[in-house]
Structure formats: structure tokens, C-alpha cells
Nanobody, 121 residues
Framework: QVQLVESGGGLVQTGGSLRLSCATS????????MGWFRQTPGKEREFVAAITWNADKTNYADSVKGRFTISRDNAKNTVYLQMNSLKIEDTAVYYCVRYGGMYYNTDPEYWGQGTQVTVSS
């Protein structure tokens, strides 16, 4: 069974930075695309960023382009989300996902439990 465990969330002021990490269990990491979604109360989960299995391609939501960077370390079975220039509207629970294949053109197959990011003024 695949387990995804996020960490790194917390409270930060507007304009600050946070780095989320997602550690995955097992040997089912390096061959799969990974990504991040987020959700605020009363809204559907929205896509944030994704990265292919070998990190040759990434994709970002327009709302985070230029501010967030997704990366991965296949040796550590970990994916990261570096978040800079944070805005109040970035406040959400952030979820790590593993896609069903090497690229992110499929639906996420596994989800983490989420980590809260709160941006204050």
C-alpha cells in the first residue's frame, strides 16, 4: 500500500515562504508523476503543481506560477513544494498526490492526509 505523508505546513506572514515535503512509502515512487493539490473550506480541491517521474516536466496552476516550485528527490522518495511570496489566498490544506503513471495526464491515484498552510497579514 502506498502512503504519502506531508509535512512543512504552518503559519506564515504574507510574503513569506514555506517548503512542503511529501515522503512516500515503498518502492513505488520513482516511476510515477507526483503533484500537489489544495483545498479551502467550502471549495473543491484545486490543482497546484505536478512533476513527471523523472522531473523533466512540471506544470503549475496559473495562480502559483512564478511563486511555487515543485521538485523531487527519487533517492529519498520525496516530493517538495517550495512556496514563496505567499498570499492570504494561498491559505489551504495542501495535499500530496501520486498519479497513476509516469506523467500527470491521469487522475491522482493516491492522496496524502494533508497539511495546513495559513498565511496571515
Amino acid at each position: 500500500q502506498v502512503q504519502l505523508v506531508e509535512s512543512g505546513g504552518g503559519l506564515v506572514q504574507t510574503g513569506g515562504s514555506l517548503r512542503l515535503s511529501c515522503a512516500t512509502s515503498g518502492r513505488t515512487f520513482s516511476g510515477y508523476a507526483m503533484g500537489w493539490f489544495r483545498q479551502t473550506p467550502g471549495k473543491e480541491r484545486e490543482f497546484v503543481a505536478a512533476i513527471t517521474w523523472n522531473a523533466d516536466k512540471t506544470n503549475y496552476a496559473d495562480s502559483v506560477k512564478g511563486r511555487f516550485t515543485i521538485s523531487r528527490d527519487n533517492a529519498k522518495n520525496t516530493v517538495y513544494l517550495q512556496m514563496n511570496s505567499l498570499k492570504i489566498e494561498d491559505t489551504a490544506v495542501y495535499y500530496c498526490v501520486r498519479y497513476g503513471g509516469m506523467y500527470y495526464n491521469t487522475d491522482p491515484e493516491y492522496w496524502g492526509q494533508g497539511t495546513q498552510v495559513t498565511v496571515s497579514s
